[in-house]
């Protein structure tokens, strides 16, 4: 199961194929989906779009993105790992230059409870680093959390104070996106999004983070922002269910061998 029942949407980038093979393999499986140019416009549909960050070989058009609609539950999931692999079976590909997002919806939670789950992210990086590719460890794209100085530190204290949406809008549509934990998205989305994670078409993958970073939202919103003393005391403490513990844990033996 997951962890929360809370609205999440991913973004996959990728190359490979063309936009059209891409639709016309994601509509083959039942997932309705338009190839959108380039847009941030929320659709009820998936969509493809351009991304001018990502390789472009074989796309004809630059650099691809799979965008969900908002997405919820197990259904939810099992939607997102079923366009990623069809996506995958259709010849799509990943490299460096592409990233796996994920939006978390905020609803109901005021600028203290968010700020917690970037101070429960923060805290426990060095952790989190060990499940993901190095090339996102220190990355342009997905800069580490900076909460307690610098530049940064009075508009995290204002999300802090923050307690209704238009006041963490106001606040948060100050900050660039490219966070680990990006709070600017709540301005546009009333969501948090994930960058760190490598690009993938891996649909276990994408199970694992997304379980992952919605018990990340549920445990620090409740209040647990500590450090743990090891990736299985956090994935243990965070609430994330026997499988994915088991699943994160190999991961990172796999990656420390690397």
Known sequence: ATPSNRTFGIEAEFFGITPSTAVAALNAVGIACSFEGYTHRVMTGWKIVTDGSVTSTGTGTGGLELVSPILQGEAGL???SLAVSTLLRAGGRVDRTCGLHVHVGMNGLNGAEIMKVLDLYSANQSHI???IARSRQSNGYCRPLN???GVRQNGYEAVRQAR?????SRVASGFGRYSVVNISAYAKYGTIEFRQHQGTLNAKKVEGWVKFVLAVVEAGAAGHTAGFASLAEMTAGIGLDTDTQTYL???QARLARA
């Open 164 to 168: 209704t949406a238009s006041d963490i």
């Open 78 to 80: 099992a939607q997102a």
């Open 129 to 131: 680093n060990t499940i």
């Open 147 to 149: 909460l307690g100085n």
């Open 249 to 251: 844990s190999s991961r």
